[in-house]
């Protein structure tokens, strides 16, 4: 069983940037692919970016390519999400998510889920 925890969620203004992090224990963390995940009010949860179980492939949204980064470090148990050149319609509650067996862009090949972080972007 993974237990995930992110954080670094908050309040920032268009056009500025946050990294969030998401904390793993409970498993082998470099054999989980890893994605975020985030969902705004009223409307369903989205695929963000996702990092492979040794950290050398990355796949992204177009909403977010070229903005948002993925990585992890397997000695931290950790993955983030850099986020820059941030927009108002990235206002969401963020989820990282680990994969035991696939690497893919849909939320329901994830096994673990975090609770969430907040990330709010005013105009």
């Known amino acids: 069983q993974v237990q995930l925890v992110e954080s670094g969620g908050g309040l920032v203004q268009a056009g500025g940037s946050l990294r969030l992090s998401c904390a793993a224990s409970?498993?082998?963390?470099?054999?989980?692919?890893l994605g975020w995940f985030r969902q705004a009010p009223g409307k369903e949860r989205e695929f963000v970016g996702l990092?492979?179980?040794?950290?050398?492939?990355?796949e992204y949204a177009d909403s977010v390519r070229g903005r948002f980064t993925v990585s992890r470090d397997n000695a931290k148990n950790t993955v983030y999400l850099q986020m820059s050149s941030l927009k108002p319609e990235d206002t969401a509650v963020y989820y990282c998510?680990?994969?035991?067996?696939?690497?893919?862009?849909?939320?329901?090949?994830?096994?673990?889920w975090g609770r969430g972080t907040q990330v709010t972007v005013s105009a």
């Open positions: 990092i492979s179980r040794s950290g050398d492939y990355n």
């Open positions: 998510a680990a994969d035991r067996s696939t690497i893919s862009k849909s939320p329901n090949n994830y096994d673990y």
């Open positions: 409970g498993g082998t963390f470099s054999r989980y692919a």
